[in-house]
């Protein structure tokens, strides 16, 4: 894990190379039960916790008694999907607050690096 602080204002591109040498059988991000994927890339944003709904303060309370870790205000990830076209915009089955975004899909990449950019400001 790294981590930084940066605005997407000013640094919208995020770069990144990955590689998966196997898809995770069964799993669909799209379905809460089998929301998985081999690898993702987490951008956490910060925020006015108070503006939240009231399902989601509960939502974010549960996480913290059940991990001792406050969520971000709000969370955009970048997933390798078995299934789901590139680009695709998948909401979270948890919270309004996470979103994953198809950068990758399926088999025919597996075991190869590849190149992906995205415009974190953009997508958020």
């Known amino acids: 894990m790294h981590s930084a602080r940066v605005d997407p204002r000013q640094f919208p591109l995020l770069k990144w190379r990955w590689k998966v040498n196997k898809l995770i059988a069964g799993a669909d991000n799209a379905r809460r039960d089998t929301e998985d994927a081999p690898v993702r890339i987490i951008i956490a944003f910060d925020g006015e916790h108070s503006r939240l709904s009231f399902e989601d303060r509960i939502f974010f309370s549960q996480v913290r008694m059940m991990t001792g870790q406050q969520m971000p205000y709000a969370t955009l990830m970048y997933i390798w999907e078995n299934r789901a076209p590139v680009g695709t915009v998948i909401p979270s089955r948890h919270t309004s607050r996470v979103?994953?975004?198809?950068?990758?899909?399926?088999?025919?990449?597996?075991?190869?690096?590849?190149?992906?950019?995205r415009n974190v400001y953009e997508d958020y």
């Open 99 to 117: 979103r994953m975004i198809v950068a990758d899909s399926g088999a025919s990449h597996l075991g190869t690096w590849r190149q992906q950019s």
